[in-house]
């Protein structure tokens, strides 16, 4: 019986090697496949890591828009018309008598050369009156030089008999009709001189309403002139003409549009920003527009109080001294710095996340292959950038790209 029992013992002793095993492998796929329902596999092409650094941070508002004259004129038809011929095409350079278009109105012709001939007859009415006038003053100054003669002989009879009165020569009747013919006639010769002289101030009222209405006349063949010049569509100032609202053929009405002009080298940029950021922009700040060819500095200059679509437009004032990539109605983007954050700690902004608020990212470990939720709070936004108040340090590595589909607690990255 002692033999017996000994092949028990070393029975048991050889199968606690299979369980230790069997327990083993249980545990290591319960772990498995915990682990596997805790993380899932992302491919690395997949993703979009952000670094998280320290230093000197811009905030910055991106907007587009397009480049504008900051000087315009909008040509339009001053009477009724036909296009006659287009010279000019949107695009051309141009200056201030350039030609852009070649209108037609036969009717304003011959409103001109009605204009001009009664003009004519105006001023020839006035030639007519002044020899009128001048003939009549000639009569009158016959007539006074003829009644002054008389005066004068009346006044030396007069002279002649007071000497010969005393004597008794001649007699007192004789003398005395001798005063009262010389008074009379030194009345009626002042008489004729004041009335002349009112005749010469009639005359020149008579000439001054002849040439007013000459004046008039010449107002209204001017204004026709002009109407009939403009019929030459010229630009009016050195430019480029940016937009021709006419066809060859096409008839015009009064204050029709016909073209746009803008200058060349006075540009400003209007450009679109966000709502939600328009009240952190101010008048004066500074403002990099791009031309996808050059960078140009520029400052705010006015900020558009009407909502549009949810954006808000800014215009931008541009130096004199622009590339030869700057051009009208040339499509810009732009930056707008609106604050400098100094020593700061942030890193590219993730897609989900928001100023001064908190998230969850998937923070990578040391080795880069694997990766753990972690919460992080941001301050300020400054672009693609933005501020970590808690949650990373410098060099640490996030996944900034959209994961917001996955539940899991950790991620795991394939290299292919």
Same mark, same amino acid.
């Given at each position: 019986?002692?033999?017996?029992?000994?092949?028990?013992?070393?029975?048991?002793?050889?199968?606690?090697?299979?369980?230790?095993?069997?327990?083993?492998?249980?545990?290591?796929?319960?772990?498995?496949?915990?682990?596997?329902?805790?993380?899932?596999?992302?491919?690395?092409? !997949?993703?979009?890591?952000?670094?998280?650094?320290?230093?000197?941070?811009?905030? =910055?508002?991106?907007?587009?828009?397009?480049?504008?004259?900051?000087?315009?004129?909008?040509?339009?038809?001053?009477?009724?018309?036909?296009?006659?011929?287009?010279?000019?095409?949107?695009?051309?350079?141009?200056?201030?008598?350039?030609?852009?278009?070649?209108?037609?109105?036969?009717?304003?012709?011959?409103?001109?050369?009605?204009?001009?001939?009664?003009?004519?007859?105006?001023?020839?009415?006035?030639?007519?009156?002044?020899?009128?006038?001048?003939?009549?003053?000639?009569?009158?100054?016959?007539?006074?030089?003829?009644?002054?003669?008389?005066?004068?002989?009346?006044?030396?009879?007069?002279?002649?008999?007071?000497?010969?009165?005393?004597?008794?020569?001649?007699?007192?009747?004789?003398?005395?009709?001798?005063?009262?013919?010389?008074?009379?006639?030194?009345?009626?010769?002042?008489?004729?001189?004041?009335?002349?002289?009112?005749?010469?101030?009639?005359?020149?009222?008579?000439?001054?309403?002849?040439? =007013?209405?000459?004046?008039?006349?010449?107002?209204?063949? !001017?204004?026709?002139?002009?109407?009939?010049?403009?019929?030459?569509?010229?630009?009016?100032?050195?430019?480029?003409?940016?937009?021709?609202?006419?066809?060859?053929?096409?008839?015009?009405?009064?204050?029709?549009?016909?073209?746009?002009?803008?200058?060349?080298?006075?540009?400003?940029?209007?450009?679109?920003?966000?709502?939600?950021?328009?009240?952190?922009?101010?008048?004066?700040?500074?403002?990099?527009?791009?031309?996808?060819? !050059?960078?140009?500095?520029?400052?705010?200059?006015?900020?558009?109080?009407?909502?549009? /679509?949810?954006?808000?437009?800014? =215009?931008?004032?541009?130096?004199?001294?622009?590339?030869?990539?700057?051009?009208?109605?040339?499509?810009?983007?732009?930056?707008?710095?609106?604050?400098?954050?100094?020593?700061?700690?942030?890193?590219?902004?993730?897609?989900?996340?928001?100023?001064?608020?908190?998230?969850?990212?998937?923070?990578? /470990?040391?080795?880069?292959?694997?990766?753990?939720?972690?919460?992080?709070?941001?301050?300020?936004?400054?672009?693609?950038?933005?501020?970590?108040?808690?949650?990373?340090?410098?060099?640490?590595?996030?996944?900034?790209?959209?994961?917001?589909?996955?539940?899991?607690?950790?991620?795991?990255? /394939?290299?292919?």
């Amino acid at each position: 019986m002692d033999v017996k029992k000994t092949k028990v013992a070393q029975s048991k002793l050889k199968s606690y090697p299979v369980i230790i095993t069997l327990a083993l492998f249980i545990l290591a796929a319960v772990w498995y496949i915990s682990t596997k329902e805790m993380s899932s596999s992302v491919k690395r092409s !997949d993703l979009l890591l952000g670094i998280v650094k320290q230093g000197d941070l811009q905030v =910055e508002i991106e907007g587009y828009g397009a480049l504008r004259s900051d000087k315009q004129l909008l040509i339009t038809s001053l009477t009724s018309a036909t296009v006659q011929e287009i010279v000019l095409k949107p695009g051309a350079f141009v200056s201030a008598d350039s030609v852009i278009v070649q209108l037609a109105n036969p009717e304003l012709q011959q409103h001109v050369n009605s204009a001009t001939q009664e003009l004519s007859q105006r001023k020839a009415n006035l030639r007519q009156l002044k020899l009128n006038q001048k003939r009549e003053l000639l009569n009158e100054s016959a007539a006074y030089a003829e009644m002054e003669a008389s005066y004068e002989t009346a006044k030396v009879k007069l002279q002649a008999l007071s000497g010969l009165i005393e004597s008794g020569i001649v007699s007192a009747l004789s003398y005395q009709e001798s005063i009262v013919q010389e008074a009379q006639l030194k009345k009626r010769l002042a008489i004729h001189k004041q009335r002349t002289a009112a005749l010469k101030s009639v005359n020149q009222e008579a000439i001054n309403i002849q040439l =007013e209405q000459i004046k008039q006349q010449q107002g209204q063949l !001017d204004i026709a002139q002009n109407r009939l010049d403009r019929l030459t569509v010229k630009a009016g100032f050195d430019g480029v003409l940016q937009r021709l609202s006419v066809e060859l053929g096409q008839s015009l009405a009064s204050g029709q549009e016909i073209a746009l002009i803008g200058s060349v080298e006075n540009l400003i940029a209007l450009v679109r920003v966000p709502q939600s950021k328009a009240q952190q922009i101010f008048i004066g700040q500074q403002a990099i527009v791009d031309t996808r060819r !050059d960078k140009i500095m520029g400052t705010v200059s006015r900020i558009d109080p009407v909502v549009v /679509d949810n954006t808000v437009e800014v =215009e931008i004032a541009l130096p004199n001294q622009l590339p030869a990539s700057a051009r009208p109605q040339l499509s810009v983007d732009a930056v707008i710095i609106t604050d400098t954050l100094t020593n700061i700690t942030y890193m590219e902004r993730p897609v989900n996340g928001k100023a001064y608020s908190k998230i969850s990212l998937y923070k990578l /470990d040391d080795s880069n292959n694997y990766a753990q939720k972690s919460q992080v709070e941001f301050g300020k936004e400054a672009g693609r950038y933005i501020e970590i108040i808690k949650g990373g340090k410098v060099n640490d590595s996030f996944i900034v790209s959209d994961l917001s589909h996955l539940k899991n607690s950790a991620i795991t990255i /394939d290299s292919f």
